[in-house]
């Protein structure tokens, strides 16, 4: 999410990135990365992993701690909740070839700070797996981050946004696609 806004616009043309966008994109991803998501690629252990999907937790860097910790938790835990409920909510996903739930387990979750535009809360590049969640994450309802959260997994599922992508939607846009297919 961030703080574009933009008029409503129909389906949202997927998989149709030029160059210059995905370029784009991998720069948002390499500045990112190096304010904070250290070796967050690395979860250790095939069996550490395997025991955190199975029990619904989120992949979390070590640099998420405290309220950014606790909100994850939280959040995570009503967005699976909704995307395994709600039909609706996982066909978000499905329209994008992926799973909702499959998709959140699989996101990696960083802290950002100096990445972050004012007033963005989470940043996620079309088409990878982190997540950095910035300062103002934190001060989001709980049905808020788990909007968040979804609107980020969509990003990884493959979910572009104007103005990388001008024929896509806007941050706003995929948000209100999340509360009315998921019902928040
Ligand atoms: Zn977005």
């Known amino acids: 999410m961030d703080t574009r806004t933009g008029t409503p616009d129909g389906p949202a043309p997927r998989r149709r990135l030029l160059p ?46 405290g309220k950014v910790h606790s909100q994850v938790l939280v959040a995570f835990k009503v967005a699976m909740e909704l995307v395994t409920q709600s039909p609706s909510c996982n066909a978000l996903f499905s329209e994008l070839g992926a799973d909702g739930a499959a998709t959140l387990l699989a996101s990696r979750y960083a802290a950002a700070t100096k990445s972050c535009r004012p007033g963005a809360v989470a940043v996620t590049a079309v088409g990878q797996s982190g997540t950095w969640l910035c300062p103002g994450f934190v001060r989001l309802t709980s049905d808020e981050a788990a ?20 024929a896509g939607p806007s941050a706003l846009e995929i948000n209100s696609r999340v509360r009315k297919a998921c019902r928040t």
């Open 20 to 65: 210059a966008v995905q370029a784009a994109l991998l720069v948002g991803l390499l500045s990112a990365s190096s304010v904070g998501a250290g070796d967050a690629a690395v979860e250790s252990g095939a069996a550490a992993r395997a025991s955190r999907v199975e029990a619904g937790e989120p992949w979390l860097d070590r640099s998420v701690v």
């Open 147 to 166: 909007v968040i959260l979804l609107h980020e997994a969509l990003h990884f599922a493959g979910q572009t946004e104007r103005p990388l992508d001008p």
